[in-house]
């Protein structure tokens, strides 16, 4: 066991201006001076800045590390994974693949969270039409990923560019093989936005909801948004899985063939009947841990088991300079701190039992408290 960050080697973060970060969470933001209005992909991902930030990782300095990153908490079984061997036996400084790009430049969101934004934020006019013009711009020069995040700062309903690429997703064949991450508030994923972007339904390998609150009062002050409305879109989320696994158990089952002669049937009658062999999305829940919702931890594993998510993210808040927050505020939001009045009460509550679940995650510091929690009793 020892401690390696695979995230520089694997990340891309595609921001607004062509900017590009391999890591969101350094200090210097990630950002490898390279723009992807003048130059390649590839070339933007390996710059000297690029490489220097890699050989941080490498030299066991994390120097352009932020001390808060979940990334630091824990270890990594190296030998479980021989690309991560390689990286350090042959001490990489380049990549020439990423595995996880994000959308990171359309900010639209129906919401506006203090810990993310000032306000809530639509593009129109002028300002659209250069964002559809760069989105198109990124998409050609991008290869194709794993995985991609279609709204890394914004609400992949809620946003324009994320919303056209999954309603045209056919159009992208680039694309097929990528699983799809779609980030929202869920507020606006109703039956009928679901339904609109059914072109990207077989690719689409989670949906992560940022909720915040267990009650509604607490979920109006911290996110703004209709608590009853979010509650009837999680049920169909989670209605739609179930729909989307019998289908695809079905499907499996139709398409186990015995010879060629059957094989081409079975082609045929698929395609007759509309069905292709499908998967069921992963359903994850972010809840960033602050002052006002800490209390609301144990109550958000109820409701996420009601609603079967696969992972719950307990994560801790930060700073963010687009967020409404002062970094003295912020400083008053972090009950978790060391040297924070409410550290007692909030250690208390970490030892809620449903905290134990199988589905939860605590990231970062909240990890590390509940292990001191664990150690003390």
């Not at 810990?115 to 002028?126: A, D, I, N």
């Not at 946003?159 to 064949?173: C, D, E, I, K, Q």
């Not at 606006?188 to 940022?210: D, F, G, Q, R, Y």
């Amino acid at each position: 066991m020892t401690r390696f960050c695979n995230w520089p080697f694997e990340f891309a973060w595609i921001r607004g201006g062509g900017r590009v970060s391999i890591c969101c969470r350094m200090k210097n933001g990630g950002y490898t001076d390279g723009n992807l209005n003048e130059i390649g992909f590839e070339d933007a991902i390996n710059t000297d800045t690029a490489q220097a930030m890699r050989r941080s990782i490498l030299d066991g300095t994390y120097g352009y590390c932020s001390p808060d990153c979940p990334k630091l908490f824990g270890e990594h079984n190296m030998s479980e994974n021989t690309k991560y061997q390689q990286i350090l036996e042959n001490r990489s400084l380049t990549v020439t693949e990423i595995r996880h790009i994000v959308l990171g430049y359309d900010r639209s969101c129906s919401l506006a969270c203090p810990s993310c934004r000032k306000e809530v934020f639509t593009p129109v006019g002028e300002e659209l039409v250069r964002l559809k013009k760069y989105h198109d711009m990124v998409l050609e020069k991008i290869p194709a990923p794993e995985e991609m995040n279609v709204s890394g700062s914004g609400d992949a309903i809620g946003s324009v560019t994320a919303r056209m690429f999954l309603r045209n997703f056919g159009s992208y064949p680039k694309f097929g093989n990528t699983r799809l991450m779609l980030a929202t508030n869920a507020t606006l994923l109703t039956p009928k936005a679901w339904a609109s972007i059914e072109a990207s339904h077989h690719n689409i390998a989670v949906i992560s909801v940022s909720i915040d609150g267990a009650r509604e009062e607490t979920y109006r002050k911290i996110r703004t948004g209709d608590f009853q409305r979010l509650k009837e879109n999680m049920s169909f989320l989670c209605s739609q899985r179930r729909h989307y696994t019998t289908t695809s158990k079905i499907v499996n089952s139709f398409t186990k063939i015995r010879d060629q002669r059957e094989q081409a049937t079975t082609n045929r009658a698929v395609a007759r009947i509309g069905w292709r062999p499908c998967r069921p999305f992963r359903l994850e829940v972010n809840f960033i841990v602050q002052k006002g919702n800490y209390t609301e931890m144990g109550e958000m594993v109820d409701l996420c088991r009601h609603w079967q998510v696969d992972r719950l993210h307990f994560i801790p808040i930060r700073f963010w300079s687009s967020g409404a927050y002062t970094k003295e505020e912020m400083a008053e939001q972090q009950v978790f701190g060391s040297t924070h009045r409410l550290l007692g009460n909030f250690l208390e509550y970490l030892k809620d039992p449903r905290l134990d679940d199988a589905i939860v995650d605590l990231q970062g510091r909240l990890a590390a408290l509940k292990r001191q929690c664990q150690a003390t009793g």
